[in-house]
Structure formats: C-alpha cells, structure tokens
C-alpha cells in the first residue's frame, strides 16, 4: 500500500519541478513592441543621382529572452510592418513612382517575420525570416547590433541590402525613362522597442 502512495509522490513531486521549471522559461520571456519610433532610410542610387527616402512610421513586436542577469539571450519571435507610402523623399514625384513601382495599392506594406533567430555575445542578432516586399516573399536573412538602455528599452539597427529584380519591381525611371534607378537598395533600420 505504501509504494503506490510513494510513486504518487514522487510523480506529483516530479510533474510540480516541471511546471516550476516551465514557468521560469516563460519568465524569461518578454514582449516589446515599438510603434512610429522607427529611422528607416532605403537608399539606392541613379543614373542621375544617389536617392534617398525616409519613413518614421512602422510597427515592430519581439519576444525577446532574458537570463536572470538581465542579459539578453535570444528571441522567438519578431514582426515588423511599415507602411509604403510612410516613404518620403522630398519630390512627389519621385514618391509617386516608388510607390507604383512597388504596387502599393495592392500591397501597402513591406513586413519582414522571423522564421529563426540568435543573440550573440558581440552585441549582434542574427535572423532568418520571410521578407515581402511589392506581394512577393522570400527568404531574407538579417543583421542587427542591439542596446540595452538605461530604461530597459531595446534599440536594434542595422542595415539590409536587396536588389528589386529578386522581388519583381521594376527599378523606376524618371523624365520620360531617361533618368533610372539602379538595381540594388540598401535599408538602414533604427528603432526602439519597449516593453509591452
């Protein structure tokens, strides 16, 4: 009769350290979120001139993962949307054909979602994800270095290059097709996220 009892025990005693334990890795977990306090910069160049459009809007959410030292150690999730027609250059015109070029009537985003990700110990993450761009997706990988503020706030930058054939756009032309855009665009990204 008493081993049946001591087996419950030790079961229960068991199945009690594995809610504990689980409970500890959702502690670690945090959400941030950070909402029109982007930087994002697209630059590319021209037969003209180098180019250059700005957007503070855009909406980032990460779950981050945090050690008991307050040291960040990964993420599990990230999405990051921003708006087309957030991009501002200065010249309507020139917005007006990024912004056809990029067929914003029909897909007003640009959305990049982690698929995989790494925190490493020089103050860097490394991602893999989905990128889509103009309706198309495709497989990106992304750099990042980050900061852990004062605050606890987070501020992740980097830089993302991409040529606009890999996603069916159509480098714009100006003034009549005799001024063209080139190929490749950089990203520079700057953001803050806080917690949620």
């Given at each position: 009769m008493k081993r049946?009892?001591?087996?419950?025990?030790?079961?229960?005693?068991l199945l009690i350290l594995c809610f504990l334990l689980l409970y500890q890795v959702t502690k670690a977990q945090v959400k941030y979120h950070s909402k029109d306090y982007v930087n994002l910069l697209v630059s590319g160049s021209s037969?003209?001139?180098?180019?250059?459009?700005?957007?503070?809007?855009?909406?980032?959410?990460?779950?981050?993962?945090?050690?008991?030292?307050?040291?960040?150690?990964?993420?599990?999730?990230?999405?990051?949307?921003?708006?087309?027609?957030?991009?501002?250059?200065?010249?309507?015109?020139?917005?007006?054909?990024?912004?056809?070029a990029l067929k914003a009537d029909k897909n007003p985003t640009i959305v990049f979602i982690l698929t995989s990700g790494t925190v490493e110990a020089d103050s860097t993450i490394k991602c893999n994800g989905k990128l889509t761009i103009a309706?198309?997706?495709?497989?990106?990988?992304l750099m990042a270095s980050y900061k852990i503020n004062a605050d606890k706030s987070v501020t992740v930058s980097g830089i993302k290059k991409i040529s606009m054939s890999d996603f069916n756009i159509t480098a714009p032309s100006f003034m009549m097709g005799a001024i063209k855009t080139g190929n490749e665009i950089s990203f520079k990204f700057d953001l803050t996220l806080s917690k949620q």
């Open positions: 049946p009892y001591s087996l419950f025990m030790k079961s229960s005693s037969t003209l001139h180098d180019w250059d459009m700005k957007s503070a809007k855009g909406n980032c959410t990460v779950l981050f993962n945090f050690n008991k030292a307050g040291e960040l150690t990964g993420l599990s999730t990230l999405k990051f949307v921003t708006p087309v027609e957030g991009l501002k250059s200065g010249h309507s015109g020139m917005d007006r054909n990024a912004y056809n309706g198309l997706t495709k497989d990106a990988d």
